[in-house]
C-alpha cells in the first residue's frame, strides 16, 4: 500500500505544517513516509505545496507527478494540480477560497469551507487545521486522535493555541460528515 497527497495553497496558510502533521502521524503508526515541502522565494502570498508519500514498504521515491490525493487550500492550486490527481482518488477543495467545482468525473470531491469554519472557531489561520481533519476523516489515511496528538505536540511550545486547534479539528471531522448525512 502506498499513497500520496499533495497539500496547496499560498504561502502563510500552513500548507507545510498540514503535511508535516500527516507525515507525523503516518510515522508514529509505523508506515515509512516522505515529506516534501516546495515554496517559491516570497514565501507568505506565494505558492507553496507539498507532498506526504506514505507506504507499508520503503519509499522508492518522494518524488511524485501524479497523486492520489491533493489538498486544495486556493483556486490556482486546484487549477494547477487537479489535472495530476490520479483517476479513483480525492481532492478536497477549501470552498472558502475556491468557488468552482473540480471538472473530474473520475475522482471524489470532497467541499469544506476551511476559512469560514477557522473564522467561527475563533483564528481565520486554523482553515489548514479544519481542512487537515476534514481529509484524514474522509480518507481514513491514519486515525483523527492520531492527528490530535501531533497537532497538540506540534504546538506544544505555545499551550495558548492547542485549544484553538482542537477545535478546528473537530469541525473539520464535523464538516465532512455533515455533508455525508446531508
Known amino acids: 500500500m502506498q499513497s500520496e497527497t499533495q497539500f496547496a495553497g499560498f504561502g502563510g496558510q500552513g500548507i507545510l505544517l498540514m503535511g508535516k502533521i500527516l507525515a507525523h502521524a503516518a510515522m508514529e503508526e509505523g508506515f ?3 515529506w516534501v515541502p516546495s515554496y517559491g522565494p516570497e514565501m507568505r502570498g506565494g505558492t507553496a505545496y507539498c507532498t506526504v508519500v506514505i507506504g507499508d514498504r520503503p519509499i522508492g521515491s518522494p ?4 497523486p492520489k490525493y491533493l489538498v486544495a487550500m486556493n483556486l490556482p492550486s486546484l487549477e494547477k494540480f487537479a489535472p495530476t490527481v490520479k483517476p479513483g482518488g480525492a481532492i478536497l477543495i ?12 473520475d475522482v471524489t470531491t470532497i467541499k469544506v469551507p476551511a476559512v469560514d469554519i477557522a473564522k467561527e472557531v475563533g483564528n481565520v489561520r486554523a482553515a489548514n487545521i479544519v481542512a487537515l481533519a476534514a481529509f484524514v476523516a474522509k480518507t481514513g489515511l491514519v486515525p483523527l486522535e492520531r492527528i490530535r496528538s501531533c497537532v497538540e ?9 492547542i485549544p484553538l486547534n482542537m477545535k478546528a479539528l473537530q469541525r473539520g471531522e464535523a464538516a465532512v460528515a455533515e455533508r455525508e448525512t446531508a
Open 32 to 34: 515509512e513516509v516522505a
Open 63 to 66: 518524488i511524485i507527478r501524479n
Open 94 to 105: 477549501n470552498t472558502s477560497l475556491i468557488p468552482v467545482d473540480v471538472e473530474r468525473e
Open 153 to 161: 505536540e506540534e504546538f506544544s511550545a505555545k499551550p495558548q493555541l
